[in-house]
C-alpha cells in the first residue's frame, strides 16, 4: 500500500481542486442567471411604471379643463377626452362623475352603461372615491373586473373647480390591463422570463391577479411597483426553469479529468510497478516455505499411514524397501534389499500367480500398477496388502518401478462387515416391506370380517370416474335391523359371529367385479357398476334382504336381524360418488322409516323431501336464534266439578311465513338435530311465566303439564333450572312418553325421575297404553297420573271391548293410587262414559282447543263465572 501513497496523494489533490473548480463555476452561473433574471425584471417594472404614470399624466390635461369649466357639456368633454386618445396609451376610457355619480363618458357609445353609476352608492368604488377627494390626490387601483369585459387600472383623479376652488367631483380612466402587459413586456413572446403579480409579497389565496401563484413559494428573483394607492409585488423565473450548470461545463470538466488523468496516470503506473516486484519476491519465498511444509507433511503422513515405499529395477532384479516396508513385511530393517523373488516368497499361495502376473503385465505394458493381495508374515499371521506403482523410463531406455505399500486389512474386515450388515438390512427391507402391505391391507379392511372398509370406500370414491356413461356406478347401502338387540341380549360375542355370517351371505350374492364393504358397526356398502346398472343393484339389494331376513343359527343359537337398503344410481356424467353414498343413506333413511325389512330407491321426491328438510332445518335454527318458539295451552278439567284442574302447555313454532306449526311439522327435524331439549327448555321457561301472569290477573290454575323429551331428561342443568324458576302457587308437572319411561329403562332416566320428584315436580306418563308399559315398571317408576291414549278414548262410546279396556287402565291406576287423564275427548258423550269409569281429570275438544295465553286468560275467565265449581257434567250437558 506504501508504493501508492505519491499517487493517492496526488488524486486527492486532483480531486479536490477539481470539486472546487466546478462548484465555484457552477455558483458564478446561478448567479449570473439571477442577475440577468432581475434585470429583466426591473425592465419590466421600469416599463409598467411609465406606461402607467404616461396614462396618468395624458388624463391629467382632462382634469385641468373638468377645472376650468365645471359646467362642461357632454360633446365637449368628449372632444377634450378624444384629443388625449390621439396620443398613443393603454386608456381605455375615462369618465366625469360631478358629486360622485357619472354624467360624462368617452367614448360613449361603448360605454353608456356606466352613465348614471354613483359612487358613494357602490361599496366596491366608494372607498377609493373617498380615499381620492380626501388625499386630493390621484388614486390608481386595480385590477378590477370591469362592466364591459376584461380587467383594467383605475385611475381616479379629484377635481376642484378653479374659479371658486369648490369639490366638483371625479374623473375616472381605465387602463386596458392586458394592453399594458403587452406594451410592457410581461408577456409578450419576446419575454424570456415567467412572471406573476400579487397585491402582497407574500400572497394568500387570491392574491395572485396575473402568473402562477407557485412562483412565489420558488426560488425566484422579486421586486415592487407602488401605483399610489396599491403596490404590486413582482416574482419571476426563467421560462423551463433555472440551469442547472452552464453549456460549456461539460467540456471544462473534460479537461480537467484529462489533466487530472496526466498527472496521476505516471505515479500509479510507477507504484504498480513497485508493487509487482514485491509481490514477486513474496510469492517466491511463500513456495520455498510451502515446499518445505509439504515434504515434512509426507514424512509425516507416511509414518502416520504406515505406507511402506518401495522401487525396483527390472535389469537388475534390484528391489529397495524403505523402513515401513520392511515392518509391513516382517523382516528387519537392515534387510532393505532384495530381489523380486523375495517379494514373491511372502505372498499367499493363492494370490501369487494373479500378483505375479499383474506386475509383469504392467512393466511389459508401462502401465500403473495396482494390486490388493495377501502376504504371510514370518509369524504366520497374514496381511492384505494394497499395493500402488509406477512405471518410469529414462532417455537411455533404462525402466525401474517406484510404489507403495500400505495395510488394508482393518478395511477389508470391515467391508466383509458391512457386506453382512448390508444383507442383513436388505434382509429387515423385505420384512418391512412385508410387514408394510400387511399393515395397509389391515388399514384398508375391516379386521373382524375382512372386508374393505370405510377408509377403502373413501379412496375409491377420490379415484372413481364418473365421466364414462358407458360405466354408470349404483351404491346399496345396507343396515342390519335389530343388531343392536342382538348385542344388548346374546352379547358382543355373538354380534361378532353374526356379522361374519351376515358377510358369508354377503359375499355369495356379491359378484367378483363389485365392491362390498363396512363402513360402520352394522353398516355396508356394496358398489356395483355398468351402462344401467340401477337392475342390478335393485336384484342385489332385494336378494341381500330376503338373505339375512333367514335365522342365523349361532352355536345352537337362532339369531333374526333381517335389513334395510337404500339405492342410489348414476344418471349424468360427473356425479360423484360422494353424492350417491349420500343419496344412498337418504334412501336408507326412508326405508326404515317405512318399516325396515325392505329396499327403497332415491328418486328426485326423496331428493325433495331432503331438501324441504334442510330448508326446515335452518329454519328450526334461525327460529330458535330468533324465539320463535311459544307455549299454547289446552285446559284440563276435573271430571266431576268441571273446574278447570290444570294446563298442558304444547310446543307451537310462529312460522314468518306459514303461521302457527304444531310439532309434528318440525320436531322429527328437531330430534335430528338434537335441539328438542332447547325448545323444551324455552317453552318450560315461557309457560312458567305465563303461569304467573295469569295468578297476577287472579285465574288461578293448579297445575302446569309440560311435555319433556329424553334429550331433556339427560341435561344436567335441567334441575338448576328449575331450582331459579318460580313455580309458588302451583304444581308442574313433567309428561313423560310411555316409548321413553319403559323401553330404555337405563340408570339415567331412573335417577332424573327421582330427583325431579324431590324437587316437588310431579311425573305423568304420556300416551298410556300405545307403548309396552307393564305393571312392574309402573311400580318401580309410581308416576302421579297415567294419560290414556286419544286412539283408546275415541272408540268407547261405540265399542264395548274398549270400554272394558278403558276401566281396567282406570282400575289398575286407582289400584296403584296413580291418577288418570283422559285425553282426546270430543264429545261430551265421552266425558260422561269416563266421568262413570271413575276417570278423574278430562281433556279435549270438547271443551276446549289448544289457545294462546291470552286467549286462554280470556276463557278461563268465561269459564270461571260460568260454570263454578260446584256445577257437574250434568247440569254442563243440560246447559
Not at 499 to 510: D, G, Q, S
Amino acid at each position: 500500500m506504501t508504493y501508492y501513497v505519491p499517487a493517492l496523494l496526488a488524486i486527492t489533490t486532483v480531486l479536490t481542486i477539481f470539486a472546487l473548480s466546478d462548484s465555484d463555476r457552477l455558483s458564478q452561473h446561478r448567479e449570473t442567471q439571477r442577475a440577468k433574471a432581475s434585470e429583466q425584471l426591473a425592465d419590466v417594472i421600469s416599463r409598467l411604471e411609465t406606461n402607467v404614470h404616461g396614462n396618468v399624466n395624458l388624463v391629467h390635461g382632462l382634469v385641468a379643463a373638468v377645472a376650468a369649466d365645471p359646467h362642461m357639456s357632454q360633446p365637449r368633454f368628449a372632444a377634450v377626452a378624444e384629443r388625449i386618445f390621439a396620443v398613443p396609451s393603454q386608456l381605455r376610457n375615462v369618465a366625469g362623475a360631478p358629486d360622485f355619480v357619472v354624467r360624462l363618458i368617452y367614448p360613449q357609445e361603448p360605454n353608456k352603461a356606466s352613465l348614471g353609476l354613483d359612487y358613494m352608492a357602490t361599496p366596491s368604488q366608494r372607498e377609493t372615491a373617498v380615499q381620492a377627494v380626501a388625499r386630493r390626490l390621484v388614486m390608481i387601483t386595480g385590477p378590477v373586473d370591469l362592466v364591459q369585459g376584461g380587467q383594467g387600472l383605475i385611475a381616479r383623479y379629484p377635481v376642484f373647480s378653479l374659479s371658486s376652488n369648490r369639490f366638483w367631483g371625479l374623473v375616472s380612466a381605465v387602463i386596458d390591463l392586458n394592453r399594458l402587459y403587452w406594451d410592457s413586456n410581461v408577456n409578450s413572446p419576446s419575454q424570456t422570463l415567467d412572471i406573476a403579480i400579487s397585491r402582497r409579497p407574500t400572497p394568500r389565496e387570491g392574491d395572485v391577479f396575473f402568473g402562477r401563484p407557485e412562483l412565489f413559494s420558488e426560488d425566484s428573483v422579486t421586486a415592487a411597483i407602488d401605483l399610489g394607492y396599491d403596490s404590486w409585488y413582482l416574482a419571476a423565473v426563467p421560462k423551463g426553469g433555472w440551469s442547472s450548470e452552464p453549456s460549456d461545463m461539460s467540456r471544462f470538466r473534460f479537461l480537467a479529468a484529462l489533466v487530472a488523468f496526466f498527472i496521476v496516470a505516471p505515479l500509479v503506473w510507477a507504484g504498480l510497478l513497485m508493487q509487482q516486484r514485491h509481490r514477486s519476491h513474496l510469492l517466491l519465498r511463500e513456495r520455498e516455505e510451502r515446499l518445505e511444509v509439504l515434504s515434512r507433511r509426507l514424512q509425516l503422513a507416511l509414518e502416520a499411514s504406515k505406507i511402506g515405499v518401495w522401487e525396483y529395477h527390472p535389469e537388475t532384479d534390484n528391489l529397495l524397501w524403505d523402513s515401513h516396508m520392511c515392518d509391513l513385511y516382517g523382516q528387519a530393517h537392515d534387510q532393505n534389499q532384495g530381489s523380486f523373488q523375495d517379494w514373491a516368497a511372502r505372498l499367499h499361495p493363492d494370490d501369487l500367480i494373479d500378483a505375479q502376473a499383474t506386475f509383469r503385465r504392467s512393466i511389459d505394458q508401462r502401465l500403473p500398477y495396482l494390486k490388493d493381495f495377501r502376504i504371510i508374515l514370518p509369524s504366520g499371521e497374514i496381511r492384505h496388502i494394497r499395493a500402488h506403482g509406477a512405471v518410469e523410463e529414462a532417455p537411455d531406455g533404462t525402466v525401474r518401478v517406484v510404489g507403495a505399500n500400505w495395510d488394508v486389512t482393518e478395511d477389508i474386515a470391515m467391508q466383509v462387515e458391512l457386506r453382512t450388515a448390508r444383507a442383513k438390512a436388505e434382509e429387515q427391507n423385505r420384512e418391512l416391506r412385508t410387514t408394510r402391505r400387511i399393515l395397509e391391507h389391515q388399514s384398508l379392511h375391516d379386521a373382524l370380517t375382512g372386508l374393505p372398509n370405510r377408509r377403502f370406500l373413501d379412496q375409491f370414491m377420490v379415484t372413481a370416474d364418473t365421466s364414462d356413461l358407458s360405466q354408470k356406478l349404483a351404491f346399496i347401502h345396507i343396515d342390519l335391523d335389530h343388531f343392536k338387540h342382538v348385542n344388548d341380549t346374546l352379547g358382543h360375542g355373538t354380534g361378532d359371529e353374526v356379522l361374519k355370517a351376515a358377510t358369508a351371505r354377503l359375499r355369495e350374492i356379491v359378484g367378483p367385479e363389485e365392491v362390498v364393504s363396512r363402513i360402520g358397526g352394522d353398516e355396508f356398502v356394496i358398489v356395483t357398476c355398468g351402462p344401467d346398472p340401477a337392475d342390478r343393484a335393485q336384484e342385489v339389494a332385494l336378494q341381500i334382504v330376503a338373505m339375512l331376513a333367514r335365522p342365523i343359527e349361532i352355536e345352537g343359537q337362532e339369531c333374526r336381524i333381517g335389513c334395510s337398503a337404500g339405492i342410489a344410481c348414476q344418471t349424468m356424467a360427473g356425479e360423484t360418488p360422494q353424492q350417491l353414498l349420500m343419496n344412498a343413506d337418504i334412501a336408507l333413511y326412508e326405508a326404515k322409516k317405512k318399516g325396515r325389512n325392505r329396499v327403497e330407491i332415491f328418486s328426485d321426491d326423496l331428493r325433495a323431501v331432503t331438501i324441504q328438510t334442510k330448508q326446515t332445518a335452518d329454519e328450526l335454527l334461525r327460529a330458535l336464534e330468533g324465539d320463535a318458539f311459544v307455549p299454547f295451552f289446552q285446559p284440563q278439567f276435573d271430571a266431576q266439578t268441571l273446574a278447570i284442574s290444570g294446563v298442558e302447555a304444547l310446543a307451537r313454532w310462529e312460522h314468518a311465513e306459514r303461521g302457527i306449526l304444531t310439532p309434528d311439522k318440525f320436531l322429527e327435524v328437531a330430534e335430528g338435530l338434537g335441539r328438542v331439549a332447547e325448545i323444551d327448555a324455552l317453552i318450560l321457561e315461557k309457560s312458567l311465566f305465563q303461569m304467573t301472569r295469569w295468578g297476577a290477573h287472579g285465574i288461578e290454575i293448579p297445575k302446569l303439564s309440560v311435555n319433556i323429551s329424553a334429550q331433556r331428561l339427560k341435561d344436567p342443568k335441567l334441575l338448576g333450572m328449575l331450582g331459579a324458576l318460580p313455580t309458588d302457587g302451583y304444581t308442574v308437572a313433567f309428561e313423560l312418553l310411555e316409548s321413553i319411561s319403559f323401553e330404555d329403562q337405563e340408570e339415567y332416566l331412573k335417577a332424573a325421575i327421582r330427583l325431579l320428584k324431590e324437587r316437588g315436580v310431579q311425573v305423568e306418563i304420556d300416551d298410556f297404553g300405545s307403548g309396552h308399559a307393564s305393571i312392574v315398571s309402573l311400580l318401580e317408576l309410581a308416576p302421579h297420573r297415567l294419560k290414556i291414549d286419544r286412539k283408546l278414548v275415541a272408540p268407547i262410546d261405540v265399542s264395548e271391548s274398549q270400554r272394558r279396556l278403558v276401566a281396567s287402565i282406570i282400575e289398575i291406576g286407582r289400584s296403584l293410587g296413580i291418577g288418570i287423564v283422559a285425553e282426546g275427548v270430543e264429545t261430551m258423550t265421552h266425558a260422561e262414559i269416563l266421568r262413570e269409569m271413575g276417570c278423574q281429570t278430562l281433556q279435549g275438544y270438547a271443551f276446549a282447543r289448544p289457545m294462546s295465553s291470552a286467549d286462554l286468560m280470556a276463557f278461563a275467565e268465561d269459564w270461571q263465572s260460568r260454570y263454578p265449581a260446584t256445577k257437574t257434567l250434568a247440569s254442563l250437558r243440560r246447559a
